[in-house]
């Protein structure tokens, strides 16, 4: 039993130097400077944000070229309906915006108004040339 015990008092002793010897080494990793980190992290970010917006422009110029020019002869009016008591509405093609409902008071797009839409005919003001024009339906054979 004695010989348990000091064998028990050896490998203890031993333990403890151990630790201390470990504890007394330095460390290989290298000391973190927090503000130099933080500043390198904000840095990051802000590459991050620029190229975000490089690729949403890219993406921008793309779905341009697929939505087609924004000018008023490339805006078709394929359909008009009456969408119950707000009145009339119609299906709109083109003027860079794609295939859309619009009502009487929303944009077509940045500068073409709606003003009015009737059983017949869209009212469309063009504020770019300050005037006023009238968008009829699109009609199989009648252009």
């Known amino acids: 039993m004695r010989l348990l015990i000091v064998i028990f008092l050896i ?32 840095k990051f970010q802000e590459l991050q944000r620029e190229n975000f917006e490089l690729k949403l422009k890219a993406q921008n ?14 805006v078709t009016v394929l359909s008009i309906y009456s969408s119950g008591k707000s009145g009339y509405a119609a299906k709109v093609y083109g003027g860079g915006a794609g295939l859309r409902v619009v009502k009487t008071g929303e944009d077509i797009n940045d500068s ?25 339906p699109y009609t199989i054979g009648g252009g």
Do not use: C, W
Not at 11 to 40: C, M, T, W
């Open 11 to 42: 490998f203890s002793v031993r333990s403890l130097a151990a630790d201390e010897v470990l504890a007394n080494h330095l460390s290989p990793l290298p000391k973190i400077n927090a503000s130099g980190y933080e500043a390198q992290l904000k």
């Open 61 to 74: 110029e793309e779905l341009k070229k697929k939505l087609g020019d924004n000018s008023i002869e490339n």
């Open 112 to 136: 073409m108004h709606v003003t009015e839409i009737n059983q017949r005919k869209v009212t469309v003001f063009l504020s770019k040339e300050n005037k006023t024009l009238t968008l009829e």
